[in-house]
């Protein structure tokens, strides 16, 4: 069962997808998950599908588009703001909390790829969030500030801030955006060179795979200044006491960052890492969704 719901953050009306459970009475209390998406991902895609999943195992799991983002409302479009994407996930969680079907003791937040990074830095400080859990994260802070873990040089860094700072100007002024694709737009961009998941990411994004009318795989370039402004781990190990779970593919070339966050929390947690899987592979891939949403399952049964 899925209901078309909206809810609000600050003036942005967010638009959203409520996943109810098989025989849902509405007169039982349920435990509630809020699911986020990918950057340049939108809630019909892989979140959607973990919801579906996740709602089958008894869990109220709202997932929905973020702000600036696809059926969702908000100027300028396509701005990755991490700041306001954690907000959305407070916001989602403010909108479970009305419904009286829902035990408001027994949240829990789950994110996929930035979905994963914006989940685990929203239940640093969310304490009605009781257990986060991560598929292939990539923490958009960590993640922009270098690439696949390896930090880039300072002087590269302060060049693309001095770019994003022209472009603003230049906008001011009256010239039209520029936009980043998340992943590439055209085949001939892929080589032998090319990562797997920027590779995988086109195959997933870029064909009938997984693309949607609504996701766009790009972000205004003027978010860079943002991105490199947030860390989605730098709280992790004084304020991250929930549970945590991390699942990571041993293939995945972003699985340095379930590493790391696994390493940095002192709280519970576990790194399930699903052989065989790359990043993209756990979006949609049943051989490996099929392990991922049981451990998730079981995982949340804490709530």
Avoid: W
Avoid at 53 to 72: I, K, M, N, P, W
Avoid at 75 to 82: Q, V
Avoid at 98 to 127: H, K, N
Avoid at 130 to 150: C, D, I, N, Y
């Amino acid at each position: 069962m899925v209901e078309t719901v909206s809810f609000r953050n600050k003036e942005v009306e967010i638009a959203g997808h409520l996943h109810l459970p098989e025989n849902f009475n509405g007169e039982k209390k349920y435990p509630a998950l809020v699911g986020i998406h990918p950057a340049g991902g939108v809630k019909e895609q892989t979140i959607g599908d973990y919801a579906k999943r996740l709602a089958e195992h008894g869990f109220v799991t709202v997932v929905y588009d973020s702000s600036y983002q696809g059926a969702s409302g908000g100027e300028p479009r396509l701005l990755e703001d991490p700041t306001t994407r954690v907000e959305d996930a407070r916001c989602a969680a403010d909108f479970l909390t009305t419904l009286p079907f829902v035990d408001s003791d027994r949240m829990g937040v789950f994110g996929i790829c930035a979905g994963g990074g914006y989940a685990i830095s929203v239940a640093q400080t969310e304490r009605r969030f009781k257990a986060v859990a991560t598929v292939s994260a990539a923490p958009m802070g960590e993640g922009s500030r270098g690439f696949l873990g390896h930090l880039s040089p300072v002087a590269e860094q302060i060049d693309t801030l001095e770019m994003v700072a022209q472009q603003r100007t230049a906008e001011a002024g009256g010239a039209q955006p520029l936009y980043a694709p998340f992943v590439p737009e055209t085949l001939e961009e892929i080589n032998e060179s090319t990562p797997d998941l920027l590779r995988e990411g086109y195959d997933y994004y870029r064909t009938p795979r997984g693309q949607h009318p609504n996701s766009k795989g790009r972000f205004l370039l003027t978010s860079m200044d943002k991105m490199f402004a947030f860390s989605a781990f730098d709280q992790i190990p004084e304020l991250l006491t929930q549970p945590l779970l991390l699942i990571a593919g041993s293939k995945a070339d972003t699985k340095v960052f379930s590493d790391q966050a696994y390493e940095l929390s002192k709280g519970p947690k576990e790194l399930f890492v699903v052989d065989g899987a790359t990043h993209i592979a756990l979006y949609d891939v049943p051989e490996y969704v099929d392990q991922a949403i049981p451990k998730m399952a079981e995982f949340f049964a804490v709530l």
